[in-house]
């Protein structure tokens, strides 16, 4: 039986284990509990959650290796989930703080009677593109092929699904999406299971190698105008609930702070430099090659603008992931974001 029938039969033993992984084990360098701040008092420990090793997490994971937390008084630890809808459900069940994902996940959980907080984002842009078979040379080839695209509900089946409607496809009739975990993707496309895949970073390096094509790439300026029909899209924000943010305001601060400072320290080093003070963070190790093709997309501010938020609205109307507009303040907070702004 191929790969990609026997992940979506087991898809609900895959939820099992994520849930069990994103519990049981810790990611990164984080403090141990033990440790102290700088100022001498013990360190607050905070969960961040994602959907696996997440390239566009790397303002983070700065912020954590530079010693930047440490330095607010955080020790954080990042958990590995196999997609976004279940880290936000973690988020919710207040088992981790703070939550790296996409953009339209605090828009669908809004629509849903829940509010998450956008704090900071990490990207400017929206950085993925669609990798395919080489012989798939149009987005018209898609027809009557299998896409992974992680789950329903989830950021790339939103943007797979955008991508599909551009080409010309009823994302319903003309494809087929699978959802794979990450460490399967790679020996599904090797298989013939899927013919097409969401990827950036390290995932499209491998696809490339592999002799994959890229039909539609977001990093590319004039793609990204053609088809989101915007120069910004902040897709990887860092959510928490709105709960929390009014329980905890300081420590959302330090957070932000945190990474505001980890994102100008990237702005101002070479992606050798970062791809060395990284790549534990990662399964394996981060060239310095695809540094330099994931921070194209990065923010140097966190901030979301009107504009951001337009863009993400517009894209989840449409392909259906939510089914009204949402307003701004509804799901953004950037009062830390100028907060720390304000200290550099």
Not at 278 to 305: K, N
Request: a neutral charge; glycine letters at 8%.
């Amino acid at each position: 039986m191929c790969i990609a029938k026997n992940f979506i039969k087991c898809s609900v033993g895959f939820v099992i284990v994520a849930m069990f992984i994103s519990l049981s084990v810790n990611f990164g360098n984080a403090t141990d509990a033990g440790s102290a701040a700088s100022d001498g008092k013990s360190l607050q420990q905070i969960i961040v959650g994602q959907p696996g090793h997440d390239d566009y997490g790397i303002p983070l994971y700065l912020a954590d290796k530079l010693g930047y937390f440490k330095e607010e008084g955080l020790a954080v630890q990042f958990m590995n989930f196999k997609s976004s809808p279940l880290s936000v459900a973690s988020l919710l069940a207040g088992e981790i703080q703070f939550c790296l994902t996409s953009y339209d996940q605090a828009l669908k959980t809004f629509e849903k009677g829940k509010i998450l907080k956008i704090v900071l984002t990490t990207t400017e842009k929206h950085p993925w593109c669609l990798l395919a078979r080489p012989e798939i040379t149009s987005l018209k080839d898609l027809k009557g092929k299998t896409i992974s695209a992680k789950m329903p509900g989830s950021g790339p089946r939103a943007f797979a699904t955008s991508i599909v409607i551009h080409g010309g496809l009823d994302p319903n009739k003309d494809v087929t999406f699978v959802d794979l975990p990450e460490t399967a993707i790679l020996p599904a496309y090797i298989n013939g299971d899927i013919d097409a895949t969401v990827g950036s970073g390290i995932r499209k390096a491998e696809m490339l190698s592999r002799g994959a094509v890229v039909l539609a790439d977001m990093n590319d300026p004039a793609q990204h105008k053609a088809i989101l029909e915007t120069d910004t899209f902040p897709l990887k924000v860092v959510l928490a609930t709105d709960d929390y943010l009014k329980s905890n305001p300081e420590i959302a601060q330090k957070f932000v702070t945190a990474a505001y400072r980890a994102m100008q320290w990237e702005k101002a080093h070479s992606s050798a430099e970062i791809a060395e003070k990284v790549s534990e963070y990662f399964l394996g190790s981060v060239s310095q090659e695809v540094v330099d093709d994931i921070r194209r997309a990065f923010s140097h501010t966190g901030l979301v603008t009107a504009g951001g938020h337009k863009a993400i609205e517009k894209q989840s109307l449409s392909v259906g992931l939510i089914n009204k507009p949402v307003p701004m303040e509804s799901v953004v907070d950037m009062s830390y974001q100028e907060k720390a702004a304000a200290k550099q």
